[in-house]
């Protein structure tokens, strides 16, 4: 064959076959030698670039965000004692088996314990049935001693974030034993002691039971409140709907209530305060009709008091406070009273809270609710009474179906209930709360 068709021939092959060994004479091979290792520093893999994308494999899931136990507060009821763990973050929770029939341990995973509240529950008061601890590298726990308590309720609440146990001491604790009366050897009773004196004699302080409830019904006498387009007031509408909720309370729980206007008359909104604080009462719950310019508003929220949320609860707050909006300003907005505790405010707010979500709860069974929320704003009324407060606007006037709702007795009714089931979830929870 002569020497060029040969080159054609393998060539040929070379484009079709790829190279394919050589020799000396065509067809005989020739060894083949093993290709150079990839760890020779002289060669490079080639990697496709396909190859350089991330990883289909299905990641490890990352670590929930820790918190922080920031403050621990607690305050004493007549029937129970309220514990409140206020944290910065989600709420871990969880309940932990335990061996000890006696005990209840809680959980909160991924959660730090702060010094200052670790101080707290070392001050004197501080409920000795709980125990709040953390180990090095484990997750705090909250050990309950249930041998003197008849029962206990764990709640969780939002906005902020925190953790309620309410305690409940057992009702068969034994009473204080009594020396046994002496037998009756002389007829004539033995005249008192001089060196006794009355005054050291102090009673036993009986507990505060049942709770008193002071409910406000806005507005009365020449003040209208706010107006519907068909004449409605909003003075009539409260005072129907706090007198049906007067009602519950009084009939279905175990507790005294009293309201601020029996009937159409004007109070001054510090008079209504007074009256509240004087009696010591334990909560205070003023109800009220909202407006707004645009008819297409409507909707219930609840008031606790604070810096305005927003500018329209500022703009509320004025209108029921009935000062101009510029005497609501910073003043009512960043300068607590003197009467106004720490404790009085977060009450406060857990049971605007809960009585929100009580009422939306009934009301959203019958009718299609707005609901926007719980709000803070500088109300005078809430400002100036000494225990948890709350303000409830109940409707929209100026909405031309909530104007017709709320003239029914059915909405009234319904509304009443809401509140009621709120009220008395916060003094006797029974069940879990979530916000």
């Not at 004025?318 to 300003?329: C, I, Q, V, W, Y």
């Amino acid at each position: 064959m002569p020497p060029l068709s040969r080159i054609l021939i393998i060539w040929t092959l070379f484009i079709v076959f790829g190279p394919i060994p050589l020799s000396s004479s065509f067809g005989v091979p020739q060894p083949v030698f093993p290709p150079a290792s990839l760890t020779d520093p002289k060669i490079q893999p080639f990697v496709h670039p396909v190859a350089t994308k991330k990883s289909s494999r299905p990641q490890k899931a990352r670590k929930s965000s820790s918190s922080m136990v920031q403050n621990v507060r607690f305050h004493k009821y007549p029937d129970h004692t309220r514990l409140v763990i206020d944290l910065k973050g989600h709420i871990h929770f969880k309940k932990r088996s335990t061996t000890k029939p006696e005990q209840v341990v809680f959980e909160l995973d991924n959660t730090r314990l702060s010094t200052q509240a670790y101080k707290k529950t070392q001050r004197k008061g501080f409920p000795q049935v709980v125990q709040l601890a953390r180990q090095w590298n484990k997750p705090v726990t909250i050990t309950v001693d249930l041998s003197t308590l008849d029962k206990y309720q764990v709640l969780t609440l939002k906005n902020p974030n925190r953790l309620v146990l309410d305690l409940f001491p057992s009702s068969a604790t034994p009473p204080p034993q009594t020396k046994p009366a002496p037998p009756q050897v002389v007829k004539k009773p033995a005249p008192k002691p001089k060196r006794l004196t009355p005054v050291k004699v102090v009673p036993t302080a009986k507990p505060r039971n049942p709770l008193l409830i002071v409910i406000d019904p806005g507005h009365g006498g020449k003040d209208p409140g706010a107006l519907g387009r068909k004449g409605t007031r909003e003075k009539d509408i409260v005072l129907k709907v706090s007198r049906q909720l007067k009602a519950m309370i009084a009939e279905r729980l175990n507790a005294k209530v009293l309201m601020t206007r029996e009937k159409d008359i004007f109070i001054e909104l510090e008079d209504r305060a007074k009256f509240a604080n004087s009696k010591k009462a334990d909560l205070f719950v003023s109800i009220h009709v909202n407006s707004h310019p645009k008819q297409s508003v409507k909707g219930l929220e609840i008031y606790h008091f604070g810096k305005a949320s927003d500018p329209r609860a500022l703009e509320v707050s004025a209108r029921e406070n009935g000062t101009p909006l510029k005497d609501n300003g910073p003043a009512w907005q960043f300068i607590l009273a003197d009467v106004l505790a720490d404790k009085k405010i977060d009450e406060s707010r857990d049971l605007a809270w809960i009585a929100r979500k009580a009422l939306v709860g009934k009301l959203r069974k019958h009718y299609k609710i707005k609901d926007h929320g719980v709000k803070t704003a500088p109300f005078f009324v809430l400002r100036m009474t000494t225990m948890p407060s709350i303000l409830a606007e109940i409707a929209f006037v100026s909405n031309p179906t909530e104007e017709k709702l709320i003239t029914g007795k059915t909405y009234q009714k319904r509304v009443a209930e809401g509140i009621f089931q709120g009220i008395k979830a916060y003094i006797t929870p029974l069940q879990t709360v979530s916000r």
